[in-house]
T-cell receptor
Framework: GQQLNQSPQSMFIQEGEDVSMNCTSS?????WLWYKQEPGEGPVLLIA?????ELTSNGRLTAQFGITRKDSFLNISASIPSDVGIYFC?????????????FGTGTQLKVEL | DAGVIQSPRHEVTEMGQEVTLRCKPI?????LFWYRQTMMRGLELLIY????????DSGMPEDRFSAKMPNASFSTLKIQPSEPRDSAVYFC???????????FGPGTRLTVL
C-alpha cells in the first residue's frame, strides 16, 4: 500500500538538541496525525492536526499542518533519552470514505547521552 | 479509561494451524481497524468496521484471513491456515465517529514456524 515520504529515516542526536522531521504526500489530506512507537508497543498518538497552517504543541513537541495540505512537520525541543523511538506521521484524506490513514515510513530517533 | 486491549500479546504457532487474535476497542468508539506491521511493508490496514459492520476489507491479503465484530466491544482476526509469511505484529485501533484520531492497542506479535 501507499506510504508517505518521511524524513529523515533515522537521527542520532545529542541529549538537549532540537529535532525536526517532516512528512510529504502527493495527495491532499484533511487530517495529519503524529505517533510515537517504542519497541514492543503500539503507536501512541502525540498530536492531531485538522486545519491547514495549524500549529499545535504537546509539551516539548510541536507539529504543523502544511499550508499546501500535502505535508506536515514535527519538532521536538531539548531532546531527552526517553524521546527514543520511531515517529510516524499519518494522513487522512477523502479516499476510502475518509476513514483510512496513510502512514509515513517512520523516523527512528536515537538520543546520545 | 482503558485503552484498546489486545490478546494474546505473543503467539507462536506452526504452519497450517488456525490463529485467532482478539481486540476490545475503547468504549464508545464507533470504528475499529485491524493493521499488520512488518519491516518491509510498514503499517498496512487490513480491514475496518463501523458500528460492527465491515466497511472495507480490501487490505485483507487472502481468503485465509477473516475478521468479525459480533458486538461493539469485541473483534477477532482469524488466520486459517497460517503460513510463515503471516509472521508480523498485528494491531487493533479504534476511534470515535466524529474524530479522525485512531488509538492503537499494544499489538499481537505472531510467529508462524
Amino acid at each position: 500500500g501507499q506510504q508517505l515520504n518521511q524524513s529523515p529515516q533515522s537521527m542520532f542526536i545529542q541529549e538537549g538538541e532540537d529535532v525536526s522531521m517532516n512528512c510529504t504526500s502527493s495527495s491532499i489530506f484533511n487530517t495529519w496525525l503524529w505517533y510515537k512507537q517504542e519497541p514492543g508497543e503500539g503507536p501512541v498518538l502525540l498530536i492531531a492536526l485538522y486545519k491547514a497552517g495549524e500549529l499545535t504543541s504537546n509539551g516539548r513537541l510541536t507539529a504543523q499542518f502544511g499550508i499546501t495540505r500535502k505535508d506536515s512537520f514535527l519538532n521536538i525541543s531539548a531532546s531527552i533519552p526517553s524521546d527514543v523511538g520511531i515517529y510516524f506521521c499519518a494522513g487522512q484524506g477523502v479516499t476510502g470514505g475518509g476513514n483510512k490513514l496513510t502512514f509515513g515510513t517512520g523516523t527512528q530517533l536515537k538520543v546520545e547521552l | 479509561d482503558a485503552g484498546v486491549i489486545q490478546s494474546p500479546r505473543h503467539e507462536v504457532t506452526e504452519m497450517g494451524q488456525e490463529v485467532t487474535l482478539r481486540c476490545k476497542p475503547i468504549s464508545g468508539h464507533d470504528y475499529l481497524f485491524w493493521y499488520r506491521q512488518t519491516m518491509m511493508r510498514g503499517l498496512e490496514l487490513l480491514i475496518y468496521f463501523n458500528n460492527n459492520v465491515p466497511i472495507d476489507d480490501s487490505g485483507m491479503p487472502e481468503d485465509r484471513f477473516s475478521a468479525k465484530m459480533p458486538n461493539a466491544s469485541f473483534s477477532t482476526l482469524k488466520i486459517q491456515p497460517s503460513e510463515p509469511r503471516d509472521s508480523a505484529v498485528y494491531f487493533c485501533a479504534s476511534r470515535r465517529a466524529s474524530y479522525n484520531e485512531q488509538f492503537f492497542g499494544p499489538g499481537t506479535r505472531l510467529t508462524v514456524l
